[in-house]
């Protein structure tokens, strides 16, 4: 009778706050509303016991958590743990009593949430594991004393299982356990692009957004070459983002960029390579250079450009600009060869790539013909985003011949130097005749120094004879 009493009271108390009193007086003789399924009555009662014992559990933890302060005497253990791995916690409980029941207890300070009972479990998130195991047991007579493992496990840690978890015994604290849950490092997007494609006095910003606990420090550097060390670079931040700003660019801006985010449970990184493109710049160390027939003579050229120019070497006769002749495109087809042997070639150019953006060039002239002096040898780079080129002047040292016969007169040096300039006009018509050039100059030079041989006999002979007779 009790018991059909009890379950009346249930829809009772619910439809009482929404009838009157004479219909609630009719429907209770209508049978069909005092009916409860007896499931739902158990999962109503199941609540109410659930929240009994969180108002309990929320009284106990208030009055535990005013006393902390002053039981300095609790133990307490730091534990750090990384997201995804797993943590165990455990404590010893014990008990004298008869019986020897033992409830035990696990919650969290920060937010009174109760995880188990006993075994029994409050929390429903089954990454929560409780383990019980005794350890030692004493019997003695009518009283016994037992030791037991009190553990509560968590897989795949989160970052909202941080906090502070009270092992307990009934209402009395064991043991505190100080849970920090760490994260390493990770950038917020997966996908992003590597190369960054500008022109020069462009302006370019990359953000670089990362997590992690703590929070990361993020940076920006600049690698330069292999020698020499990275160079931080600074970047406009926020909690968790670093901002590289770059304004106007210019070639130098050119290379590879890592945003660095780092904390005290590691490091990442991610590049960015920033290409930078412009017109060629040509650069010669020398303006003109000073040699005579059949040196050996070699122009060089720096280029800096991006993207990769069209490199030549050009000879031009004049300043104008249409009397030029492409030697890159001439050698190509032999035209400078004297034969097929490489050895014996009069020009020969080199290029080399030295880095992303520059190249050096080299032209080599061997036996330097006549007509090559007064004359300019240009260094021409070419490539989308406009032209540059350096020309470097040719001219011909008549003083060269003269110093190797330092003991002739100056009517000696004169008709040399005088020969040599006529040999030069009869030569200039001869333009771009390298067959013969080498075996002209050769046989000219050779006349030219038997003259000054035979000169220099006859004078030195009639120094003597005049000397003689000034003596005598």
Request: contains cysteine; charged residues 20%.
């Amino acid at each position: 009778m009790q018991d059909t009493k009890y379950r009346r009271r249930i829809p009772i108390d619910r439809a009482g706050a929404l009838s009157s009193s004479s219909s609630s007086s009719s429907s209770s003789s209508d049978p069909s509303i005092y009916t409860t399924d007896v499931q739902s009555f158990l999962h109503i009662d199941e609540m109410i016991i659930r929240r009994l014992m969180t108002t309990l559990f929320l009284t106990v933890l208030h009055t535990m958590t005013n006393s902390l302060n002053d039981d300095s005497h609790i133990s307490r253990d730091y534990i750090n743990v990384n997201v995804g791995k797993r943590v165990r916690m455990e404590c010893e409980l014990s008990n004298s009593t008869m019986s020897g029941n033992m409830k035990g207890l696990w919650l969290r300070l920060e937010d009174a949430e109760v995880f188990f009972y006993s075994t029994s479990r409050i929390n429903l998130d089954q990454r929560f594991q409780i383990e019980q195991r005794p350890i030692l047991h004493i019997i003695n007579g009518t009283s016994s004393y037992e030791i037991m493992t009190y553990s509560l496990t968590i897989d795949d840690v989160r970052l909202s299982d941080d906090g502070t978890y009270s092992c307990q015994e009934d209402n009395r604290i064991i043991k505190l356990f100080v849970l920090n849950i760490v994260e390493r490092p990770y950038f917020v997007t997966d996908t992003y692009t590597t190369l960054l494609r500008t022109q020069i006095g462009k302006n370019v910003s990359i953000a670089c957004e990362a997590h992690g606990k703590p929070s990361p420090f993020l940076s920006w550097i600049k690698k330069i070459d292999d020698e020499q060390p990275k160079t931080m670079i600074n970047c406009t931040t926020t909690p968790t983002t670093c901002q590289l700003n770059l304004y106007h660019v210019n070639r130098w801006h050119n290379g590879i960029y890592e945003c660095v985010a780092t904390n005290s449970i590691g490091t990442i990184g991610r590049f960015y390579t920033l290409d930078v493109q412009f017109p060629p710049d040509v650069y010669s160390p020398k303006e003109k250079t000073f040699h005579s027939i059949d040196d050996t003579i070699i122009f060089e050229c720096l280029i800096d450009a991006n993207p990769e120019p069209d490199i030549r070497w050009l000879h031009r006769f004049t300043n104008d600009i249409n009397q030029e002749m492409d030697l890159s495109n001439q050698l190509n087809q032999g035209f400078y060869n004297h034969n097929s042997r490489r050895e014996n070639q009069i020009l020969s150019i080199t290029q080399e790539k030295i880095n992303a953006t520059r190249w050096k060039t080299n032209l080599f002239i061997k036996h330097i013909p006549r007509h090559f002096f007064n004359s300019n040898f240009v260094c021409r780079a070419t490539n989308h985003y406009g032209q540059d080129e350096r020309s470097i002047k040719l001219i011909q040292n008549h003083y060269h011949i003269s110093k190797k016969h330092r003991h002739t007169t100056t009517t000696t040096t004169t008709t040399i130097m005088t020969t040599t300039l006529d040999l030069y006009k009869q030569y200039n018509a001869d333009k771009y005749q390298s067959s013969s050039t080498t075996h002209f100059l050769s046989h000219e030079t050779n006349d030219i120094i038997n003259r000054s041989r035979r000169l220099s006999s006859h004078l030195f002979y009639s120094f003597i004879i005049g000397l003689y007779s000034f003596v005598q």
